[in-house]
């Protein structure tokens, strides 16, 4: 079983940056495909950004592509997202998502392990 913990949701001003954590248990980390996804009040989740195992390929949403930047660390088992330019618009709960057999797309079933959620407000 992997657990999954998210870290770094804040309140921060539009235009501002932060930086999401999600650290992940278990000893096979660094062959998963790793995920961000959102959900925005009133919304369905959505895929944000996505990772391989290796770092080499990343895959984002459109409406944050040029803005945010999904990395990982295998040494230390976490899945880092670099939100920059934020808008009210991000203002969501955002999840991090693992993938055993390294799935790396937006489809939500593929994700076998989901974390609890952190919160990130942005004002305007």
């Known amino acids: 079983q992997v657990q999954l913990v998210e870290s770094g949701g804040r309140l921060v001003q539009a235009g501002g940056s932060l930086r999401l954590s999600c650290t992940a248990s278990?000893?096979?980390?660094?062959?998963?495909?790793m995920a961000w996804f959102r959900r925005a009040p009133g919304k369905e989740r959505e895929f944000v950004a996505s990772?391989?195992?290796?770092?080499?390929?990343?895959y984002y949403a459109d409406s944050v592509k040029g803005r945010f930047t999904i990395s990982r660390d295998n040494a230390k088992s976490t899945v880092y997202l670099q939100m920059n330019s934020v808008k009210p618009e991000d203002t969501a709960v955002y999840y991090c998502?693992?993938?055993?057999?390294?799935?790396?797309?937006?489809?939500?079933?593929?994700?076998?392990?989901w974390g609890q959620g952190t919160q990130v407000t942005v004002s305007s």
């Open positions: 278990g000893r096979t980390f660094s062959t998963y495909g």
């Open positions: 998502a693992a993938a055993a057999g390294g799935y790396t797309g937006t489809y939500q079933n593929q994700y076998d392990y």
């Open positions: 990772i391989n195992w290796s770092g080499r390929s990343t």
